[in-house]
């Protein structure tokens, strides 16, 4: 809608991280053969728990660590020994970062004084930028002035007005609340697609990732598990520290025999890289069980395993069963089931209830 | 109610008395100053003279050179050391801050030790060291402004401190330099605008403790204002007193302002 920097195209710079490691203080190793490629103008979220790196990897890219092995280009050179001042990428970080003796478009007019534009050049373009956050009319007033999420918008704008080769975001969205978080993610989202910028995005947040990045890599340990689209990373985790991770699963014990995992009453078909035949634990989502009230002739007829309601909680948009499984040899496991919103009545603890799986492939660990 | 309602009244008369007393106590010698600078000894009765005389500049710089060679001395001393100190602690501090944050305690350790170490020690270790700077940089009072510095370190560091607490100089810094910023930029155009009441309260301390200095420049046989005023008092025991009690308030008047500076800067 507003005055876009230069076509898209042009925008993208491609980020090769090569075999990165990091080692700190006491042999902690914050990185551990780290690769991930960027390609031109992409959205990459990294995801993982704390510890797992994934800041460690943005700050070496940033040039704000130095690497202890690998290397790093961005468009083609190599910068890892290159200093931050020089790499020519653009930062948010976590705590607010506003200068805080600066209004916010002095903030923005920053980096372009450093670079030698002269005065109109330099306020055409702050203005364009903080056109694009939408705080045009804030333009004048200075940090302690303005809200956590305005806050952020500035920084962001003041990120975006060097054009830098690679946009870098370090949970950005973790200092303010629900609200406000999703609507700059989603935010976040329409002007990174608008100017084109390669990006690279640090979250613990696996919702905020999901939402906004072309692939998201999920990283345990100083490395990268699986690097995949949303949809991919759901549907199809390459391992069972990805499957736990991204979004809410059950862990449930299984015989797995040809490729499928036999479990509550159902077959589930296992995904590639599942453990072999035996006994195993198969990780389910909620959403992939069906649960109907003992009697009802529900959830397919034939089969279903029984079990028994523990909870049932409602979530608003959805609501949550969890029901353990009744179990011939000591405690059966506990399954959490989906439901719609409209459904959490139906079901009350102590109630005998069918678990049936829904058939979508899953994942499978040996069960040691 | 009633019972909370004296015992909060006699909370209130407890810290005024308490205020009060401390007042008197410290107003008590300086009315003394005044009351003994407007005495007339010779006639009798009230006297503005060495009031007047302390006015009149070129008086007081023709009639006691000694005078005016101390309070200029000290005011030199006084730019020279906020100047050393700054250039010192700073950098030293943000630097600390940012890239060794292990050495934080040690920093403060040293810049602590001043305090417990009495001017007369501290004046026997530095003869030694200034027998070289005597030899390297001359005679000058102004060089007296080195021992002053460390004198000044732990009001200096405290204060600085407590800026560089304000502010996440990390992330300032960081995100200055991923816009392209160098070191010294960021020092400059970052860091520094943003401890401006740390940098000030710094500085005034320092001025004061220096305008108030006699230990060291005694016993090291320089000419600062406290020296002179000593001086003076062997002959002109009266005008000694005037020049002291001006630069009392003098530094009381500095004293204020920083606090002033401090509060303005946080609303």
Known sequence: MTATPSPAASRGTEVRLTDLTRVYAGNVRALDGFTLHIAPGEFVALLGPSGCGKTTALRLLAGLEDADGGTIEVGGRDVTNVPTSKRDMGMVFQAYSLFPHMTARQNVEFGLQLRKQDKATRHGRAADMLDLVGLSKQADRYAHQMSGGQQQRVALARALAIEPQVLLLDEPLSALDAKVRSQLRDEIRRIQLEVGTTTLFVTHDQEEALAVADRVGVMNAGRLEQLASPAQLYKNPATPFVADFVGLTNRLHCRVAGGVAQVLGGAVPLLAGSAGDGLAIVLVRPEGVTIAPVGSGGSGGAGGAAATVVSASFLGASGKIVARLESSEGVGDLVSVQVDNTDVTAYAPGQRVLLAPRGDAALAVSAT | ?267
């Not at chain 2, 050393?84 to 403060?108: I, Y």
């Not at chain 2, 007369?120 to 005597?134: D, Q, R, S």
């Not at chain 2, 009001?155 to 392209?180: M, N, Q």
């Open chain 2, 1 to 267: 109610m009633s019972t909370r309602h004296t015992e909060r009244r006699k909370r209130a008369a407890l810290r005024w008395t308490v205020i009060g007393l401390t007042l008197v106590f410290f107003l008590i010698p300086l009315y003394g100053m005044l009351e003994f600078t407007t005495r007339d000894l010779i006639n009798g009765g009230r006297t503005g003279k060495f009031w007047t005389t302390l006015v009149d500049v070129p008086q007081v710089t023709e009639r006691y050179p000694a005078l005016a060679e101390g309070f200029a001395s000290s005011m030199a001393l006084a730019l020279f050391t906020v100047v050393v100190m700054l250039l010192l602690l700073v950098p030293t501090m943000t630097w600390v801050r940012l890239r060794l944050p292990g050495l934080t305690r040690t920093v403060e350790f040293i810049c602590l030790l001043p305090l417990t170490v009495p001017a007369i020690v501290l004046v026997v270790g530095l003869t030694p060291v200034y027998a070289w700077v005597t030899y390297l940089l001359g005679e000058g009072t102004v060089w007296l402004g080195l021992a002053y510095v460390i004198l000044v370190l732990p009001y200096a560091y405290r204060s600085l401190d407590a800026g560089l607490r304000a502010i996440d100089v990390k992330t300032l810094s960081e995100a200055a330099r991923s816009l392209g910023a160098s070191w010294l930029r960021v020092m400059w155009q970052i860091v520094l605008p943003n401890l401006r009441t740390a940098v000030l309260s710094a500085s005034f301390l320092s001025v004061a403790l220096v305008l108030g200095e006699f230990t060291i420049a005694n016993l090291f046989s320089r000419k600062n204002l406290q020296v002179a005023m000593f001086e003076l008092g062997k002959s002109d025991g009266q005008l000694s007193v005037a020049v002291g009690l001006a630069s009392l308030v003098f530094a009381f008047v500095v004293l204020f302002a920083m606090s002033f500076v401090g509060r303005k800067e946080k609303s």
